[in-house]
């Protein structure tokens, strides 16, 4: 058997597990990452497109940010659409602030290619991954690499492994609760290789159901359909999907240009939280220990935030400090609960809720009311600006 030590042990080679031990590294603390997954997987995972003004000073910081300088699009705010209107909100004029569209794809491509230059240990495709001895000063990540046995031992080990990994799994159910919230919608998400048809995201409730424009690139459009959760993605052609998106986003003088979808599956909306992110010389960040639903754009930027708490909690300890480490999980959790909230929020007012006819309707107007009070209130629309381009840490 390989046996290896280091200071921190990560679960998990997605982009809070790759951003974790860049910035552990960037102040001179060893760790090692595993990951059942390929690079090639991990590479080729598309999620979320939206950075925050936040996250992108972060992967600044850590010398991450040439290409989201070079590629990413700074958005000044986003469209909000109800009833054929179409509405900005702009919030660099509201508070000042951003938000970078940039594939998490891209975030990952930069983190790997990083980790490659500086010749980090990774080990990718690794089987059978278990962590031991939580509840000691010396914990142990056991998994087999290339047909050999290996053992990790850490002082401390971080679970970014996601929802089905095994590092929050591993605590005792006594010692944790987990809250979940699963929304009767989901999401029909394409990519299409055809130019943005809008300059910033437009976010549109119809009496169909929410729609969504977004964009990867400047050449690479990501639109998405509210459907059942039950919808087959057998049942939805090239042509369906297009008719659908030209009903539930067009308003008079614009148009939405289509072009060869390469992409389609249909995504469950759901809210999960852990009840804590701490369990002795553990430590969870990103998916791991929270999921939010897409509206809100706060997946990959919660996992951020995780990742710049307990890198500076883990930097503090280094130094002698534990204050910050030992506030980690109370101070994740209560900026957690937040994005929640916004996310929530977001996701019940876009979307059409099922029901009886009358309850249907009663939602669906109350709906067109929250809109017309938010893209016409200054108060509103900075209280949406706030929370889109992110909360402090």
């Known amino acids: 058997?390989?046996?290896?030590?280091?200071?921190?042990?990560?679960?998990?080679?997605?982009?809070?597990?790759?951003?974790?031990?860049?910035a552990?590294?960037?102040?001179?603390?060893?760790?090692?990452?595993?990951?059942?997954?390929?690079?090639?997987?991990?590479?080729?995972?598309?999620?979320?497109g939206v950075l925050e003004q936040g996250s992108v000073e972060t992967l600044t910081r850590l010398g991450l940010g040439a290409r989201i300088r070079s590629e990413g699009m700074v958005h000044n705010g986003i469209y909000l659409q109800a009833a054929g209107e179409r509405h900005n909100v702009?919030?660099?004029?509201?508070?000042?602030?951003?938000?970078?569209?940039?594939?998490?794809?891209?975030?990952?491509?930069?983190?790997?290619?990083?980790?490659?230059?500086?010749?980090?240990?990774?080990?990718?495709?690794?089987?059978?991954?278990?962590?031991?001895?939580?509840?000691?000063?010396?914990?142990?990540?056991?998994?087999?690499?290339?047909?050999?046995?290996h053992e990790i031992t850490a002082d401390f080990i971080v679970g970014a492994d996601g929802f089905h990994g095994v590092c929050r799994a591993s605590i005792p159910d006594r010692d944790i609760t987990l809250y979940a919230h699963s929304y009767?919608?989901?999401?029909?998400?394409?990519l299409a290789d055809v130019a943005p048809s809008t300059d910033e995201l437009i976010y549109s409730l119809h009496d169909d159901g929410f729609a969504m424009h977004s964009m990867r690139s400047h050449t690479v459009s990501r639109l998405y359909l509210q459907v059942d959760p039950a919808e087959d993605i057998a049942n939805w052609?090239?042509?369906?999907?297009?008719?659908?998106?030209?009903?539930?986003?067009?308003?008079?003088?614009?148009?939405?240009h289509e072009g060869t979808i390469t992409e389609k599956s249909i995504t469950p909306m759901r809210s999960f939280v852990a009840s804590r992110l701490d369990y002795h010389s553990l430590f969870l960040v990103g998916d791991a220990g929270h999921i939010v639903p897409p509206t809100g754009a706060k997946g990959l930027n919660s996992a951020i935030s995780d990742v710049t708490m307990?890198?500076?909690?883990?930097?503090?300890?280094y130094a002698g400090d534990d204050a910050t480490l030992g506030r980690y999980g109370e101070a994740a959790l209560a900026r957690q609960w937040k994005v929640q909230q916004f996310s929530q929020w977001m996701t019940e007012l876009l979307h059409r809720h099922p029901g009886d006819l009358q309850s249907n309707e009663f939602d669906y107007r109350s709906q067109l009311g929250r809109i017309d009070y938010v893209t016409h209130s200054l108060h509103a629309q900075r209280m949406l600006a706030e929370q889109y381009t992110g909360f402090p840490l």
């Open 1 to 22: 058997m390989s046996h290896e030590t280091t200071r921190v042990a990560i679960i998990g080679a997605g982009p809070a597990g790759l951003l974790l031990s860049w």
């Open 24 to 48: 552990l590294r960037d102040s001179g603390i060893d760790s090692i990452v595993v990951e059942n997954r390929s690079q090639d997987y991990v590479l080729a995972r598309i999620r979320a």
């Open 90 to 149: 702009n919030f660099h004029d509201l508070i000042g602030r951003t938000v970078t569209v940039y594939g998490q794809q891209e975030v990952v491509k930069d983190l790997v290619a990083a980790h490659s230059d500086a010749g980090s240990t990774i080990y990718y495709e690794a089987a059978d991954v278990a962590v031991h001895d939580l509840e000691s000063a010396r914990p142990r990540v056991t998994f087999g690499h290339a047909g050999e046995p």
């Open 184 to 190: 009767p919608f989901a999401w029909l998400g394409i």
């Open 237 to 256: 052609s090239d042509d369906r999907i297009w008719d659908a998106l030209q009903t539930r986003l067009g308003v008079p003088g614009w148009t939405l």
């Open 310 to 317: 307990l890198a500076a909690g883990l930097i503090d300890h």
